[in-house]
């Protein structure tokens, strides 16, 4: 098992340096030894990465600008979720800036040249950005929940104090749990070998797909499960689209992570080939992972009305002419009766 570990590196000739990604959690590529420069593989994939950065620092972007353009106020619940939703962009534009650039240059250069403290601590990060998306995601599904089926104790949790304090622990959870990758991380030269695993990357692996993945996914599904069947009192198309909507947003988060997972627990614990099929695999994986952070916007915001409304009334006060106020309507209306009442009468 050493030598396939070993060889799960990207191999880039004699005199080159190389981050030992061995416990990576976004490293997929570095699973096939045959992607160079130039190879158009290696062009494909410069694209879609390119693509998937694009669009998901535009709109992540977009949803960062519509609610810090909001003014303060409001119903708690709403400044609650808005709270949440912001923290989920802050995480998913912060892991396609520590991700994605960086894994593009494993086909577009023929070394690591951010040298060792990147080597460790863009990895790390790229893992915290991560898990804190993913306990965000289940943040908000636990926040449906309780505002749904504990509608009469929600007043008192749906708080901006406490979306706050929840967000705090989210950032201190993940940064503790993805300290390890840090440590795991080796910077090597030219074909010095990776070291053997060792059981403490093994159990951080397992930690991952547990805490990152598998739980997560139980405790999404159980809350928005609840959730759908808490609202059957509704009209039929009102339940009936609130449950397609829970139904996208586990899909989308089961099928994204689903893939990586499958390679990661392959390579550490099993056989993994190292081949054009292996490669394609890993880098649909990968994409995979790095599209869930343009699609979360999408599900977690444009969705929902509320974020409708404020889109609407952020864009149209920055971008378009000014509304009138109902103040100046009422007084224009006011003065024009005034007006023609004393014409009338003349």
Same mark, same amino acid.
């Given at each position: 098992?050493?030598?396939?570990?070993?060889?799960?590196?990207?191999?880039?000739?004699?005199?080159?340096?190389?981050?030992?990604?061995?416990?990576?959690?976004?490293?997929?590529?570095?699973?096939?030894?045959?992607?160079?420069?130039?190879?158009?593989?290696?062009?494909?994939?410069?694209?879609?990465?390119?693509?998937?950065?694009?669009?998901?620092?535009?709109?992540?972007?977009?949803?960062?600008?519509?609610?810090?353009?909001?003014?303060?106020?409001?119903?708690?619940?709403?400044?609650?979720?808005?709270?949440?939703?912001?923290?989920?962009?802050?995480?998913?534009?912060?892991?396609?800036?520590?991700?994605?650039?960086?894994?593009?240059?494993?086909?577009?250069?023929?070394?690591?040249?951010?040298?060792?403290?990147?080597?460790?601590?863009?990895?790390?990060?790229?893992?915290?950005? %991560?898990?804190?998306?993913?306990?965000?995601?289940?943040?908000?599904?636990?926040?449906?929940?309780?505002?749904?089926? @504990?509608?009469?104790?929600?007043?008192?949790?749906?708080?901006?104090?406490?979306?706050?304090?929840?967000?705090?622990?989210?950032?201190?959870?993940?940064?503790?749990?993805?300290?390890?990758?840090?440590? @795991?991380?080796?910077?090597?030269?030219? @074909?010095?070998?990776?070291?053997?695993?060792?059981?403490?990357?093994? %159990?951080?692996?397992?930690?991952?797909?547990?805490?990152?993945?598998?739980?997560?996914?139980?405790?999404?599904?159980?809350?928005?499960?609840?959730?759908?069947?808490?609202?059957?009192?509704?009209?039929?198309?009102?339940?009936?689209?609130?449950?397609?909507?829970?139904?996208?947003?586990?899909?989308?988060?089961?099928?994204?992570?689903?893939?990586?997972?499958?390679?990661? %627990?392959?390579?550490?614990?099993?056989?993994?080939?190292?081949?054009?099929?292996?490669?394609?695999?890993?880098?649909?994986?990968?994409?995979?992972?790095?599209?869930?952070?343009?699609?979360?916007?999408?599900?977690?915001?444009?969705?929902?009305?509320?974020?409708?409304?404020?889109?609407?009334?952020?864009?149209?006060?920055?971008?378009?002419?000014?509304?009138?106020?109902?103040?100046?309507?009422?007084?224009?209306?006011?003065?024009?009766?005034?007006?023609?009442?004393?014409?009338?009468?003349?």
């Amino acid at each position: 098992m050493g030598e396939q570990e070993d060889n799960f590196v990207l191999s880039l000739g004699a005199n080159t340096s190389k981050c030992n990604i061995e416990t990576n959690q976004t490293g997929a590529t570095t699973c096939w030894s045959g992607a160079t420069r130039g190879d158009p593989e290696g062009v494909i994939v410069l694209v879609l990465f390119g693509l998937i950065f694009l669009l998901g620092m535009v709109g992540n972007t977009l949803v960062l600008v519509v609610l810090g353009c909001l003014r303060p106020g409001g119903h708690p619940s709403c400044c609650a979720t808005n709270i949440f939703i912001l923290n989920l962009s802050i995480a998913e534009f912060s892991f396609l800036l520590f991700c994605v650039p960086f894994q593009a240059t494993i086909y577009s250069l023929p070394e690591w040249i951010f040298g060792a403290f990147f080597c460790k601590w863009v990895h790390c990060l790229t893992m915290a950005t %991560m898990l804190v998306s993913i306990f965000t995601l289940v943040a908000m599904s636990v926040d449906r929940y309780i505002a749904v089926v @504990h509608a009469k104790c929600s007043p008192c949790i749906h708080s901006k104090r406490n979306a706050a304090l929840g967000v705090a622990v989210i950032w201190l959870l993940s940064l503790l749990i993805a300290i390890p990758a840090a440590q @795991h991380q080796v910077l090597m030269s030219g @074909h010095q070998q990776a070291p053997n695993g060792s059981f403490s990357k093994q %159990m951080h692996k397992i930690t991952i797909l547990l805490v990152g993945y598998l739980l997560p996914l139980v405790l999404i599904t159980c809350c928005y499960a609840k959730v759908v069947k808490n609202i059957s009192k509704k009209s039929e198309r009102s339940k009936e689209k609130t449950a397609q909507t829970m139904c996208l947003v586990i899909a989308v988060f089961l099928l994204s992570w689903l893939p990586h997972h499958i390679i990661t %627990m392959w390579a550490k614990f099993g056989q993994f080939p190292l081949n054009n099929i292996s490669f394609t695999f890993c880098i649909i994986s990968q994409c995979l992972a790095y599209g869930k952070s343009c699609i979360n916007p999408i599900i977690y915001a444009f969705l929902l009305e509320n974020f409708h409304k404020a889109c609407r009334q952020v864009f149209t006060r920055k971008f378009l002419l000014q509304p009138v106020p109902t103040e100046k309507l009422v007084r224009i209306r006011v003065e024009n009766f005034s007006t023609t009442h004393l014409t009338a009468n003349v």
